[in-house]
């Protein structure tokens, strides 16, 4: 008989039998996550240069408010559709080749884009591009597990997610420029061509903990202690072996089993809301602020970055003070989830844009809920500290999958709203609406932060 799926506390205690060095640490770890913040900001931009070209692509295709939401979703599509193979993929080859191919495709993708003349090649090369770049946040979420200890992972992941928003932060005044004087078309080489050579620079440099020639010994026993260094490929198969069966090396009901715990399926939902508010402006900014407030090519570029940069420092406030309240005794419970809630309250506040007239205004609105949705941007830290080990990679795709349906939903609602009225009014109450749906997901799902333990 099955025995019932299972959950246990997550242990910060060093692991028995493991010795911690006293000597002075190395810090290797931190140039992995260095890669990892460079590889995510390149990410975004691939993913998100699509907008910033909007307002021109559409002029010279011929292309209306609602086939642009569909655009913008058709990503989402095949990005949503492969998370779970893609997690597959890097459970079986690992962080090194699956993040070493994924970028090198999706900027393949991204510069085939450059050359489209109609709507049915740019629609093909954004379902390639989504495909791509699905397994690359369950390898950012793999790496953090297996490099840094539980007390620093959210401090980790607001530093590569602080990618997601620095880019366009501080590149699109350039990028505008560039599409000024050269045209749409040459965004998405530039972008496409810088990928392929971080590609070339991941491969280069990553390796895993015990691999890696500016390791000591001091920095892996402090790892360890923390509960790193769990995801080798020999632990991960006794942990994956009672869950797999020999003919197919996957058993897709435990997906099923999974996704019974409310500690996933709340910070599925709650994502799923974070990311609504993301992929707006990701999307459709430069076009709201282009033609519900009237703004000018430069200014559109200037008043960009304002957001981004809010975001930006969202992302790194809520690490880092996710990380203070933990080493201050909190329990994962307020550590982890007090900043998303507030983040997603405070995110909610979007709909004010509505009711002020001044472009300034505006701007600090938006960048107020933008920085809040960066405080929010935690899940990936929950998806570490609640995976069973050896399924990181299967946990973090259905994670992503359920989270980024907003890059499918988002994008259509917003076309059409636009398209039926004419203003973007009734799209910014739908983003706040849907982020206050995800801070009760919070509240009231998500129950205890535990490790999640498949029994058979």
């Given at each position: 008989m099955q025995q019932p799926i299972q959950s246990s506390p997550i242990d910060t205690a060093a692991p028995q039998g493991v010795t911690v060095s006293t000597g002075r640490r190395s810090k290797a770890r931190f140039q992995i996550l260095a890669l990892l913040a460079v590889g995510t900001m390149i990410n975004y931009l691939d993913r998100t240069v699509l907008g910033i070209a909007a307002p021109q692509l559409t002029k010279e295709l011929g292309i209306n408010a609602a086939l642009m939401?569909?655009?913008?979703?058709v990503f989402s599509w095949s990005y949503v559709a492969a998370q779970i193979p893609g997690g597959l993929f890097l459970d079986r080859f690992g962080s090194k080749v699956t993040y070493f191919l994924s970028m090198t495709f999706w900027s393949l993708c991204t510069l085939a884009q450059g050359l489209v003349h109609g709507i049915g090649a740019l629609f093909a090369f954004r379902l390639g591009l989504g495909v791509s770049e699905a397994p690359c946040f369950p390898t950012n979420s793999r790496v953090v597990a297996t490099w840094f200890p539980q007390s620093e992972r959210a401090m980790a992941t607001g530093t590569y997610t602080v990618g997601e928003y620095i880019g366009l932060a501080f590149f699109s005044p350039f990028l505008f420029m560039l599409m000024g004087a050269f045209g749409w078309r040459s965004l998405f080489y530039?972008?496409?061509g810088v990928g392929l050579v971080f590609g070339v620079i991941w491969w280069m440099f990553y390796r895993e903990p015990r691999d890696h020639p500016s390791a000591n010994q001091a920095e892996l026993d402090y790892i360890e202690a923390g509960g790193g260094l769990t995801h080798r490929k020999k632990d991960a198969e006794a942990a994956a072996s009672k869950l797999v069966s020999a003919k197919s090396g996957f058993e897709w009901r435990?997906?099923?089993?999974?996704?019974?715990?409310?500690?996933l399926t709340g910070i599925c939902l709650g994502q799923f809301a974070g990311n609504s508010t993301l992929v707006f402006f990701l999307t459709w900014f430069p076009t709201y602020l282009a033609t519900e407030r009237h703004m000018a090519w430069l200014k559109i570029g200037f008043f960009a970055i304002m957001p981004f940069i809010a975001a930006s420092i969202g992302v790194m406030f809520g690490g880092f003070f996710s990380d203070w309240l933990l080493r201050r005794g909190k329990s994962p419970n307020v550590a982890r989830k007090l900043p998303i809630i507030a983040g997603l309250l405070l995110a909610s506040t979007i709909i004010l844009a509505n009711y002020v007239e001044s472009n300034l205004l505006v701007i600090a609105i938006l960048s107020v809920a933008f920085f809040a949705q960066g405080m929010a941007a935690l899940g990936w830290t929950l998806v570490s500290d609640i995976a069973p080990d050896g399924l990181l990679g299967v946990t973090g795709g259905i994670f992503n999958f359920a989270a980024n349906l907003a890059g499918i939903v988002t994008p259509l609602v917003v076309g059409?709203?636009?398209?039926?009225?004419?203003?973007?009014?009734?799209?910014?109450?739908?983003?706040g609406a849907i982020a206050l749906v995800g801070a009760l997901s919070y509240i009231f799902i998500v129950g205890d932060i535990k490790r999640i333990v498949l029994v058979d």
């Open positions: 939401g569909l655009l913008f979703s530039v972008v496409g435990t997906i099923g089993r999974l996704l019974k715990h409310r500690q059409f709203i636009v398209a039926a009225t004419g203003s973007f009014v009734g799209a910014l109450v739908f983003i």
